[in-house]
């Protein structure tokens, strides 16, 4: 997404971090899922970077695989995590908890959860400085103006609360506030405002993107809500059932979506429906089994689309327009001209 | 929470109360008159006659009962058959070699079962995890007074490091006459505890914000000390409040079999006397001893758990 | 489950097997079953299997250390301690199951009782089972056999009493959650009287979590049982129990080690091959179900 016409593979250049073919399985009584297929990616310096997809896309796997959070019965098979140039996947858990919390931080998908109950704001806070050097009043001295940034009002006198002590949306800000706090490269954060209501997230929304400007730090953005990432991102990432379908900056990937999948979630985005309608639309179909992934095209079963090449290979990432790529046979350069990509809307 | 444990107290109240009675009519249904039963068979007439007075016996049961909740308010608990001696004396000069020994046994079950635990749930499915379940097991099912015959055996007659009966006199000698007794009233505790910390240590530790530690880099030392021990840790101290109750049928044995004075002795002698005063006296006492127990269990709970302090 | 029978017993039949292979791969588990069907043949054929008359006092050694003619020695009368050790765990067999079978019918009665009847007698049941577990068990058996003296029967009484609330707590906790399912709301509305609505739909819900707690409750009974013989207060002597046997050596402990090390043995063995068996039943059929205590 980074250079226009460069392959992903090439493009570290500016790149915080660069996602090549990474492939991951979970374990499960039925075999093994492969949760992620040759999934690239890259996230430029000082840019936000949204990954969209319908929940069970991998959207979050990918973010906990980065953070080197998989649970237990996860693990990546193949494909690279380069970060600031090294390969996260080759080292050692020293090596990685090095990184995390000084050059990685991670905000969580539910606030309620995220914080120890028992441990103060404060505590909480300084502990995650541990490494800094910083006197202990120091460490408490930044917290508070952290939490200041975040908006939470009285900052210096909360820092002996407990987090049973604040709202969901407070909750959220201090969490922001403590990924920001350790000055990362990088902030991944997973679905941070799907567990808020409508005008927390809108709020929430905003604290990212203007301490984003600020800190001048890179965002790997996971959300399913379109308007969001639409509101936040510079370059979004489209997945479906564990596999990237279509990549590019923001108002190419909303203005031209070219995949049959993204014009699909945009049809069902009810922020995007023009005429009232009495039913919400909906993808019709399932996600595929991801124990026996499909062969050839990964959305082929709910693709309206549908032809002739889509059963035998699976498409490649065709150029779409200025560093924009969509993995769909229609975008094949060898396909006659005329029956190009479906625009917005066309149903 | 002063509300809980207010209803926690009326109902321990209540408990105490029901017992007591449903143990008094007891007295009253078997067949036979109580106060031969008290007194033995050998015992004459006019003996039973002036017991049955001066006991209240001769009165309705419901009387009696009154007279007897009346008397307990008042820390009368009846006097002793034979002796003549108050039964809350008697019971009170034995109680605190019985606490000494339920409270010494359970400390060194926590600091050995609370960290075996831990270990266990960090370690998940090591070689130390699997021993230490397998031994939990088996602590936990073996009777006390199996293991204290056996530790008698082995280390008093047998090796002879330990002394075999007695408290001891002085700190020091004490201590030593302690070991064994304490040893066989807390090893099933050691297994207990290993296994509660062990389940709640690995529910804490799948908990999102021991994730979103890990994320920021914190030592798994501070991780598991510092951020999920203090959460883990709640469930066993509730069950330690139970656990005195459990502790105390050991320490009769205990007691007994290492012929230390105690609230345990005291009650099996008194059964075989069919000192029946000291019974009930002994009753009460480990009954009230399970109530405040509990009742400082939760309180430790909730001063540990600053989710439920504040609603103190 | 209950809806269709027929397919409901196919299908347990099936799982019933996969079960059993199950517990046999569990090693533990197995060690379990083994050791409990030692105990349990033992007792059912200690005619034929014990060498000597275990009440006879025999003009031999005394406080023998085992040998080919007794194996576990003999006691201070002179007894074959052996064959005392195989009569004993006919006694505490018996007293386990008459204990089990006791308080599983009081417990499912009291538990259906609380769980079907009105508040009051739901709250008045609790609080029962509230007092009755805030003693101690020994304490409790202490005060009980002060009353009723010591026999087989008082001890079966009293462990009787400290486990039906274990029991009926599942009992009543399945009742409630059942009484106001659809299907059973449904079935009252057609006439179906609370008895058929026990013994057809709750019933067959709590017989697993209940056989597995029975097991496991099994090396708490024989524990109970060999614990207040030891002190005298539970099968009376001459009659062989574990427990008096290990009174009977814990007394000539200082001339022979042999008694005690005998008579422990039979305890250890058949609390930990009940405990083993308990626990992969319960891993097998009900991973969450905890026994609380």
Redesign the interface.
Known sequence: MAGAASPPESAAEGSVLEVSGLSLDFGSPRGRIHALRNVSLSVPRGRIVGVVGESGCGKSSLAYAI?G?LAANGEVTDGRLLFEGRDLLKLDQREL??????RL??V?Q?PM???????RIGELMT??Q??SGRSPAEMRRRATEMLERVGIPDAESRLAA?P?HFSGGMRQRI?IA?ALL?EPALLIADEPTTALDATLEVQIVHLLKNLQRELGCSVLFVSHHLGTVAELCDDVVVMYAGEVVESGPVREIFHRPSHPYTQALFACDPGRIKQATRNLPTIPGELPDLVEPPSGCIFKDRCPERFEPCDRLKPPAYAAGEGHRAACHLLSPCRPLGSGPAGEGAR | MWIYFGRRLILAILVVVIAVTLLNAMLHLVPGDPAVMILGPRATPELIEAFRVRMGLDQPFHVQMATFFWRLLQGDMGTDVFTGRSVAAIVLEQLPFTLTLIAVSILWAAALGIPLGCFSAIRRNSLLDKVTGLLSVSVISIPAFVMALYALLIFAVELKWLPAIGAGEGFLDSLEHLILPAFTVGVSWVGYMARIVRASMLEVLGETHVRMARAFGLTERRIVFGYALPIAILPTVTLLGVGVAYLVSAAVFAEVIFARPGVGALIVEAVDSRNYPIVLGCVLVTTALFVLATLVSDLVNALLDPRARESL | MAEVPAAGRRFRETALGQHLGQLLRDQLGLLGLVLVLLVVLSALFAGWIAPYDPLKIYAGPRLAPPSWEHWFGTDHLGRDILSRVIAGGQVALQVAAATIAAALTLGIALGLLAGYGPEWLDNLLLLLFDAVRSFPVIIFALAVVTLLGPSLYTVILVVTISSVPIYARIVRTQTQAMKHNEFILAERAMGAGPLRILGVHILPNVVGPLLILASMDVPLVIAVEAGLSFLGMGVRPPTPSWGTILNDGYNYIRNSPWPVIAGGIPIVVVTLGFTFLGEALRDIFDPKLRKDL
């Not at chain 1, 908890?97 to 000084?102: K, N």
């Open positions: 953070m959070l908890r090095a990184i995390r919390g000084q931080s991670m969580f539910d959860t995220a914080l120890n109950p028992v441990r502990d995650i541990y490494r407990y049973h969490c403590m350790v």
